[in-house]
C-alpha cells in the first residue's frame, strides 16, 4: 500500500517537473499535462473541473492546477510533491538569470536588451489580444463585446484588481449575451 501511494507521488513529482521544464508558459503546459495526467492519474472530466477552478480562483493558474492535481491524485502529500514539481524549474531557472542579470547590470548593452524587449512584449500581448477576439469566434465583434472590453480597460486603467474584471466582465456577459 505505501509502495503505491509513494509511486504516485513519485509520478505527480516527474510529471510536473516535466511540464514545467518543456512548456513555456502556464497556458501552453495545460495540453501537456493533459496528455500526461488524464487516464494516467485522474478522467478527463475531473482535469477539466480542475482547470476551471484554477482559472477561477485568485493566484497562479500553474500552482492552483499543480494543488488541485496532486490532491486528486495523492491527498494532502500529493500537493505538496506536485507543487514542489510546478516550483523547482522555474525557481532555479529564475535564480540562475537573476544571477546572471546581476553580474551585468551596469552594461550598456543590457539596458539596450531590454530595451528592445518592451516593444516585443506590448506586440505579444496585443497578437494574444487580437487571437482572442478573432480566432475563437465563429461570428463578427458586436457592440457588446466592445462593451465588455472597454468597460474592462476603463476598470484596469482605474485600478480594479484584474480578477474583479473578469468576474464583472463574466457577469455582464451572462446580461448581454442571452
Not at 9 to 22: C, D, G, R, T
Not at 33 to 54: D, H, N, P
Not at 133 to 162: C, E, M, N, Y
Amino acid at each position: 500500500m505505501n509502495r503505491s501511494k509513494f509511486s504516485v507521488w513519485l509520478s505527480l513529482l516527474w510529471m510536473f517537473l516535466k511540464v514545467n521544464l518543456l512548456s513555456p508558459s502556464g497556458p501552453a503546459s495545460v495540453g501537456l499535462l493533459y496528455k500526461e495526467a488524464v487516464g494516467t492519474i485522474m478522467t478527463e472530466e475531473r482535469f477539466v473541473e480542475a482547470v476551471g477552478f484554477s482559472n477561477v480562483l485568485p493566484g497562479s493558474e500553474a500552482l492552483k492546477l499543480a494543488m488541485f492535481v496532486g490532491y486528486a491524485a495523492g491527498g494532502i502529500p500529493g500537493v505538496f510533491t506536485a507543487l514542489l514539481g510546478a516550483v523547482l524549474p522555474p525557481t532555479v531557472m529564475m535564480l540562475a538569470v537573476a544571477s546572471i542579470l546581476q553580474q551585468f547590470q551596469q552594461e550598456d548593452w543590457l539596458k539596450g536588451f531590454v530595451s528592445g524587449m518592451s516593444p516585443a512584449i506590448a506586440a505579444l500581448i496585443i497578437m494574444v489580444a487580437w487571437e482572442l477576439f478573432h480566432v475563437g469566434q465563429t461570428k463578427k465583434i458586436d457592440r457588446r463585446t466592445l462593451f465588455i472590453a472597454g468597460l474592462s480597460a476603463l476598470a484596469l486603467w482605474f485600478d480594479v484588481p484584474s480578477p474583479l474584471v473578469l468576474l464583472g466582465a463574466g457577469i455582464l456577459g451572462v446580461f448581454l449575451f442571452r
